[in-house]
């Protein structure tokens, strides 16, 4: 209980702390730019309403995850795809590359001369931009996939969808979340971005239109809600993660506990002056035990077999 209450608390400071130091410091703001926090705050629920949430901010998540979802899927496609054989991989490397470096918001009008205004556009111009890291992460991920790993699924007969999903997938898991996480956050800009050309719903035209009429509070609660929603996708989403990935952390937290054990407690053996019976094999020495007593590989032991040796051969 006291650790969920200090872990708690780490995770509500800062965001108070800032809460805090906004409040104070436009407590007296007379800037039409800078409202204070309290006059948004104000503002937020006559702002967005039942109505609102469902005309704006409703179709604005609908589009975020119909584009997340094809990227999701496209990218850990290909990457699979280009990721387990080379010479695929070194065909579309370079055409990769180049595609990549193009930033997504420059896609738009070139989106919009082929897919029109309407919600396609807007759903092409998030996956565009969020199918990037999840299929250069899954691409890295399949290559990394133990060799001994998949030679050992070869020999027990396990090919096909099923070596695809037990082993490569299952590898390449934390690699694909990582990638997803970070298409979600690219994913949240390209919603606002592309809301804001040729819309008529949507959080990202909505505080356009609030910025062209200058109601500046009613845009900043738009901000604040935005801020609100990221911090609602990335907690669901870390929830699917520790669902999905339970295998992988509790492999980290079984590795880390075992290396963060004391010594003392790693050893199943007791040190004796004497040699301790054993059911196999001859009576370990004192230095035997001694050296399992420290956790280590058994050191060889020292004895005078080769002096015995040496003085018989010279006797004869």
Known sequence: MKHLALRLFFVIALPALLVATWWLASDDSTDVYWPPLRTILTAFPEVWTGERLRDDVLPSVLRLSAGYASAA???VVLGTVIGSYRRVRAVCEPVLEFLRAVPPPVLVPVIMLFAGIGDTMKIAVIASGCVWPVLLNTVEGVRAVDSVMSETARSYGITGVARLRHVVLRSASPQIFAGLRQALSIGIILMVISEMFAASNGLGFTIVQ???GFAIPDMWTGILLLGLLGVLLSLLFQLVERRALGWYHG????????????PGRRSRFRVTDRAQPSSVGPPRSPKLSASLEQGGPPRPLETDAPLRLTRRRRSQ
């Open 251 to 262: 492999l980290r937290a079984a590795s880390l506990s075992r290396l963060g054990s004391p």
């Open 73 to 75: 899927v496209a990218g």
């Open 210 to 212: 609030f910025q062209r």
